[in-house]
């Protein structure tokens, strides 16, 4: 290839990026260097941003974000280089070439410890890294995150082809239409017959930014009921009727005795069957309790983050509601290719292809994280190429 630098928009701390050049690195074998394409603005990036630093806290050694960092953990590209030109095979088994456009997995597990070893999810891996999260720019090859020109796949990674039908617009929504296999898990976990996520059930999410949103269109597709969509922006919660909801709530408007009120009149009284709480602001994880029957269950994908802390009422809000809480710390890599087969396949019903509302080149990365955080805005993305 003929690039020798590379451009990235790089977070040298919360609220200030710049745009660096780095070398262009030759592949090591096993790795793949890949030229991004599109690369989606998640709530995690948006975070990061404003000075929320720590993720995975639950695991005993909370991670801090290793400034500087390239983000952008959502990325689609084009497979560039396979390092030692041997045969490379995506997740699901299939054969990779130069020019295949892929998704790339965000996380890599260590392989080692005691929960890789026991089969659990990626993020309950001691050692885990994320692209666009917590690999350090500093270090070569530097090119950790989706919001550069080229991306680096390290060992231990997973890539995802993008079916031929898919738009590259459609495919960078993969990795958040992977984290709504917790509703895939929701239908798992009932010990007796009223307790799992059940066909008709009514659902309330709270927050329809784009995760929220997938959520929506999740539950829809698994046989909710009746679906209701809170939210604080006009915009988002008309995107939400279009995508599966059949109520809304602002909640810019109401009080929380109001959307309580308003969920119980359409349950008979008992509440939802299930709330997730999407919001990723700590307050709405009580909000999501009191607005669940007895017995209901509340998954909580929001707040990844650590904002910081709430008061629950152990009796009320869990002991005598018998409360469920299943929490949803990411994806499964088992999820890219069904999320994005089953996309491709909605997106002749659902107005997908209107989900990415701002395109932003690598110069302007500060105007598209803060239109992101807007409240007129759905999925904002970076090209890098722009």
Request: proline share 7%; aromatic share 8%.
């Amino acid at each position: 290839m003929s690039v020798k630098g590379v451009l990235a928009a790089t977070l040298v701390e919360p609220g200030k990026y710049e745009l660096r050049e780095y070398p262009l690195p030759d592949p090591a074998p096993c790795c793949v260097l890949v030229k991004m394409e599109i690369s989606g603005i998640c709530g995690t990036d948006k975070h990061t941003y404003q000075g929320y630093t720590t993720q995975y806290a639950g695991a005993g050694t909370p991670k801090e974000i290793p400034f500087p960092i390239i983000q952008g953990h959502e990325n689609v590209g084009t497979v560039a280089v396979i390092g030692g030109d041997n045969e490379y095979k995506d997740f699901e088994g299939v054969p990779l070439k130069l020019g295949d456009r892929v998704v790339v997995g965000p996380n890599v597990s260590c392989g080692t410890c005691y929960f890789c070893r026991h089969d659990f999810p990626y993020y309950f891996c001691e050692n885990t890294t994320d692209y666009g999260n917590n690999l350090s720019a500093r270090n070569p090859p530097h090119l950790f995150g989706g919001w550069s020109q080229y991306l680096y796949v390290l060992p231990g990674s997973f890539l995802v082809r993008v079916p031929d039908d898919l738009p590259s617009e459609i495919a960078v929504l993969t990795e958040i239409m992977a984290v709504t296999v917790g509703l895939d898990r929701a239908k798992q976990i009932s010990a007796f017959p009223n307790e799992s996520f059940r066909f008709d059930d009514t659902v309330v999410v709270l927050g329809v930014g784009p995760l929220g949103m997938c959520f929506v269109m999740k539950a829809r597709m698994l046989g909710a009921g009746t679906i209701i969509a809170v939210d604080l922006s006009d915009y988002r919660l008309d995107f939400a009727k279009r995508l599966g909801a059949d109520q809304v709530i602002n909640a810019a408007t109401t009080t929380h005795p109001e959307r309580l009120a308003f969920v119980r009149s359409l349950t008979h009284g008992r509440g939802a069957d299930v709330v997730i709480e999407c919001a990723g602001v700590p307050q709405a994880v009580p909000e999501g309790l009191d607005l669940l029957r007895l017995g209901g269950l509340l998954v909580e994908a929001g707040n990844f983050s650590d904002l910081g802390e709430i008061a629950i009422n152990p009796h009320r809000h869990l002991c005598a509601k018998s409360a469920r809480i299943l929490g949803v710390g990411g994806e499964e890599p088992g999820a890219y290719g069904p999320s994005m087969r089953q996309m491709a396949r909605y997106m002749r019903h659902y107005p997908l292809c209107e989900f990415v509302t701002h395109h932003f080149a690598l110069r302007d990365v500060d105007a598209a994280v803060k239109k992101s955080i807007a409240p007129d805005s759905m999925k904002v993305v970076i090209e890098p190429w722009a």
